[in-house]
């Protein structure tokens, strides 16, 4: 399966400050996935991100808030705007895997927001 | 769009003892069934995944069920042991957009006790 690599792992931010987060794949995939996870709770998809063209949100999430980029095959950015501690959460990145389908994850950002 | 129920929320059970954890989904066009275990602080790992055209899926303890017509898959763990304790996920793909992306269950925290 595919070695995912996030960065940072964790951070702790000041309200009103924005935050990205790096994924690198060590191999060239198609589709790229944001997810957030909230404290105890399941994950939600924020968006999709499909390289040569602009992320596709899911319902509740805006590009405003969650600029994504994805400039290449291997690699893709999320960036929490305008901070709340309503954004603390741990957010990951997932790729497809030979079905198509999102299957593995990165380890994470633990994000903290004060 | 689609919906993921899971059941229970909480299972506690005996080394040794056979747990199972139930989904439903309410659309009948997916097709792909992972399930997922979280230790605490780490990523979702995939650990058995099922396909529509597949009524059951064994790896070793673990084995998923498929039910197309009622729309449910269950994750059956035999013989459990401490280190299965952990947070498990189920999710059902949807295809929108002209990719598939997963739609998660709530998850199920397992603690299986020496």
């Known amino acids: 399966s595919a070695v995912i690599s996030q960065k940072p792992s964790r951070d702790i931010c000041q309200r009103g400050t924005s935050l990205t987060i790096q994924c690198q794949v060590d191999s060239q995939v198609t589709m790229m996935f944001w997810y957030r996870q909230q404290p105890g709770q399941s994950l939600t998809l924020i968006a999709t991100?499909?390289?040569?063209?602009?992320?596709?949100?899911e319902s509740g999430f805006v590009i405003d808030k969650f600029p994504i980029s994805r400039p290449n095959l291997t690699f893709s950015t999320l960036t929490v705007s305008n901070m709340s501690p309503e954004d603390s959460s741990i957010y990951l990145c997932?790729?497809?895997?030979?079905?198509?389908?999102?299957?593995?994850f990165g380890d994470g950002t633990r994000l903290s927001i004060l | 769009g689609e919906n993921v129920e899971q059941h229970p929320s909480t299972l506690s059970v005996q080394e040794g003892d056979s747990a199972v954890i139930k989904c439903t989904y309410s659309?009948?066009?997916?097709?792909?069934f992972p399930w997922y275990k979280q230790e605490l602080g780490k990523r979702p790992q995939l650990i058995i995944d099922i396909r529509s055209n597949v009524g059951e899926k064994k790896d070793q303890r673990i084995a998923v069920t498929l039910n197309k017509t009622a729309k449910h898959f269950s994750l059956h763990i035999t013989e459990t042991q401490p280190e299965d304790s952990a947070v498990y996920f189920c999710a059902a793909s949807e295809f929108s957009g002209g990719y598939n992306k997963l739609i998660f269950g709530a998850g199920t925290r397992l603690a299986v006790h020496p």
């Open positions: 997932s790729v497809e895997g030979t079905g198509g389908e999102p299957q593995h």
């Open positions: 991100a499909n390289q040569g063209s602009e992320a596709t949100y």
């Open positions: 659309d009948s066009a997916s097709n792909y």
